[in-house]
């Protein structure tokens, strides 16, 4: 709002008198968002890259965001806004700012499910026809991609083979590694053919 006042001052002995006004702007007050709201919430981590922080409500001039605490490190500022998708449950406050101040903040917490990680082992060097034994880690449960649903199992490879293991937690959230298996083949021996000598002779074998 704005409010004007008026000042007459006169000299009596004179009678000359003049006039001055002073116009008062009066801003108001930031009002504090009356909600704030998230495009995701609980979901598994690093299973998203961003999320959309908005506010409902309130007034100002500039919507900011901050996290840790109300007024405390500034995100990012504006409504609709797009922030890194935390790796783990974190809050978030909205607060309108203008020149008289910073309102009161609005929060919405963001809750992230912890992933399993998946650890397949390191890759494998063998012999064809030697049996390979391979172990993963990180379940409680897994799936290969060779169809095992052990962590651990031994098979004979033919030939070259890449497998993927697949984890997942009790919360439902998933991970995978793979681990590749080379297959060496094995020499081929070269000799001379069967043949027959005499007691007491020699023979070169090639």
């Not at 009066?26 to 506010?55: E, G, H, M, R, Y």
Request: net charge negative.
């Amino acid at each position: 709002t704005t409010t004007t006042y008026y000042i007459t001052q006169e000299i009596i002995a004179t009678g000359c008198s003049n006039s001055a006004q002073v116009t008062i702007n009066i801003s108001p007050l930031p009002v504090a968002p009356t909600s704030a709201f998230s495009d995701q919430n609980n979901f598994c981590s690093n299973s998203i890259d961003s999320i959309k922080l908005s506010a409902a409500g309130g007034s100002g001039a500039t919507l900011n965001w901050y996290s840790n605490s109300c007024g405390g490190s500034l995100l990012s500022s504006g409504n609709n806004v797009f922030i890194a998708a935390p790796n783990s449950t974190s809050t978030y406050y909205a607060a309108w700012e203008n020149v008289c101040g910073i309102s009161d903040c609005q929060s919405i917490t963001i809750n992230v499910l912890p992933s399993p990680t998946a650890n397949a082992g390191d890759h494998i060097e063998v012999c064809f026809g030697n049996p390979v034994s391979v172990s993963g880690s990180g379940g409680p449960t897994y799936i290969w991609s060779n169809g095992q649903t052990n962590a651990s199992f031994t098979y004979t490879p033919l030939n070259n083979d890449t497998l993927v293991l697949r984890v997942t937690a009790s919360n439902g959230c998933t991970d995978q590694d793979t681990i590749f298996i080379k297959v060496n083949p094995l020499p081929i021996p070269v000799i001379s053919p069967d043949t027959s000598i005499c007691e007491g002779d020699q023979l070169v074998l090639n």
